[in-house]
């Protein structure tokens, strides 16, 4: 996997945006579907996806919004008027146009963010990275989770467990990938939230996990996790925090 040429930080939504931004504004003689699949990973003509990632993107100009509203800056307007305009430019990107044409579906998009509205948004970005606590992961760290995480996954469905606790293992560990696939989108903080569900989940469920003779597949998935947790840091003292979870759902103490 490549490594990216990221402009700005990618620790906050406004900067991962912006990154965002620049990629679709760097593509070439290929329409909007082509762009967002290259940009995003995708396969090619994953209309769905497209849409789904192209509509992330306004609700990041959103949070993008309400984070600065939070804190409330001096110059706070101005923040808030490049993140309309932001808006103003995504709404610009078409469909169904067609490749190695000028109006291939990003021409009015590129246009549109031009070198004074780009400079804006990284100084919008810069501002949040100045309060933002989110660690930034490479990519090939992400594709190489994504890949264990596949191999879990094909364990566990290859496993004798009872049906409803291979389907809660199953759908959080789906979770788990879909928001390392997300990362773009959503950063450390969606990786964070999808563990902290699924911990929760295990814990609710100690009866199942605890009936379940072999606990390779649960022991597995707090490896994951640990490692995980080693590269966001999601909780103070999280190592020993683990530990203790593991121990109470895979034993019969009360």
Request: charge should be negative; aromatic fraction near 8%; include cysteine.
């Given at each position: 996997?490549?490594k990216?040429?990221?402009?700005?930080?990618?620790?906050?939504?406004?900067?991962?945006?912006?990154?965002?931004?620049?990629?679709?504004?760097?593509t070439?003689?290929?329409?909007?579907?082509?762009?967002?699949c290259?940009?995003?990973y995708?396969?090619?003509?994953?209309?769905?996806?497209?849409?789904?990632?192209?509509?992330?993107?306004?609700?990041?100009?959103?949070?993008?919004?309400?984070?600065?509203?939070?804190?409330?800056?001096?110059?706070?307007?101005?923040?808030?008027?490049?993140?309309?305009?932001?808006?103003?430019?995504?709404?610009?990107?078409?469909?169904?146009?067609?490749?190695?044409?000028?109006?291939?579906?990003?021409?009015?998009?590129?246009?549109?963010?031009?070198?004074?509205?780009?400079?804006?948004?990284?100084?919008?970005?810069?501002?949040?990275?100045?309060?933002?606590?989110?660690?930034?992961?490479?990519?090939?760290?992400?594709?190489?989770?994504?890949?264990?995480?596949?191999?879990?996954?094909?364990?566990?469905?290859?496993?004798?467990?009872?049906?409803?606790?291979?389907?809660?293992?199953?759908?959080?560990?789906?979770?788990?990938?879909?928001?390392l696939?997300?990362?773009?989108?959503?950063?450390?903080?969606?990786?964070?939230?999808?563990?902290?569900?699924?911990?929760?989940?295990?814990?609710?469920?100690?009866?199942?996990?605890?009936?379940?003779?072999?606990?390779?597949?649960?022991?597995?998935?707090?490896?994951?996790?640990?490692?995980?947790?080693?590269?966001?840091?999601?909780?103070?003292?999280?190592?020993?925090?683990?530990?203790?979870?593991?121990?109470?759902?895979?034993?019969?103490?009360?």
């Amino acid at each position: 996997m490549h490594k990216e040429n990221i402009a700005v930080s990618n620790d906050n939504v406004i900067g991962r945006l912006y990154n965002l931004i620049s990629a679709l504004k760097n593509t070439e003689d290929i329409n909007s579907e082509e762009a967002f699949c290259k940009v995003f990973y995708l396969e090619q003509n994953n209309k769905a996806s497209v849409l789904y990632n192209y509509s992330e993107l306004f609700k990041m100009c959103t949070l993008g919004i309400n984070e600065i509203q939070q804190l409330n800056p001096k110059n706070i307007q101005k923040y808030l008027d490049t993140l309309n305009s932001a808006i103003e430019g995504l709404s610009k990107i078409y469909f169904n146009a067609s490749s190695n044409v000028l109006n291939n579906g990003l021409d009015k998009f590129k246009d549109y963010f031009d070198k004074t509205l780009m400079l804006s948004l990284e100084y919008c970005a810069d501002y949040l990275s100045e309060h933002s606590k989110e660690v930034v992961i490479e990519d090939e760290k992400i594709q190489e989770l994504i890949k264990e995480i596949n191999e879990l996954i094909e364990s566990v469905l290859n496993s004798k467990l009872h049906n409803e606790l291979e389907r809660i293992l199953i759908y959080h560990l789906n979770n788990i990938r879909e928001s390392l696939l997300k990362y773009k989108l959503y950063g450390s903080q969606g990786i964070i939230n999808s563990i902290s569900t699924t911990l929760g989940t295990l814990i609710l469920n100690r009866e199942k996990v605890y009936a379940d003779k072999d606990k390779t597949n649960v022991e597995n998935i707090f490896k994951i996790v640990n490692k995980i947790n080693g590269i966001v840091g999601f909780a103070t003292k999280s190592v020993s925090l683990l530990s203790s979870i593991y121990k109470k759902i895979t034993s019969d103490d009360e």
